[in-house]
């Protein structure tokens, strides 16, 4: 079982339907709690309680299979009007290199776009991942609130392993008007 990256284990030798990704529902919420808190002892996700994902529901999304069973999610975390961060992300290892994560990635970036965030980070082992989805490598020392939540929840955090910060801008970034660009106006 390879627990240190959503995407990075083979696909199946049978084929399997691909999972739906969409917004949580109320029942989902133990499953949910269930599926991060796997992987919560290796520092691949913090812990989070039903009381945490019930509050967050509407900020998680989820991959289901044909039968309606969780097989992925992931989160957005707000600290600020202008600042989110991709959070939770877990994959069923069974289910793990059929794109689930990348898909889900997605689908957060685009709630957080329709939110109108300007800016998304996420701190993870799966480098390739992150930056085969969009996302740039930065250092986390661009969000010191991160680091004060760490602190908060969970003070080694920062001994697990070796995470990287990942970040990406969410607004078209307007190009700076140069003179070959200035026009008369009369």
Known sequence: MNLLAAESAPAPARAAAPAEVGP???ADVAAIAALNNRFAPHGLTLPRTHAFVAAHLADYRVARERDGRIVGCACLDEYSPSLVELVSLAVEPRTQGRGIGRRLIAS????ARRRGYPEIFAVSFSDALFQSSGFERTDVARYPEKKLRYDRVAADEWTIG?????RMGLREEAPAVGTSQLVAVR
């Open 24 to 26: 949580a529902s109320d």
């Open 108 to 111: 957060v970036v685009d709630l």
């Open 162 to 166: 070796r995470k990287h910060c990942f």
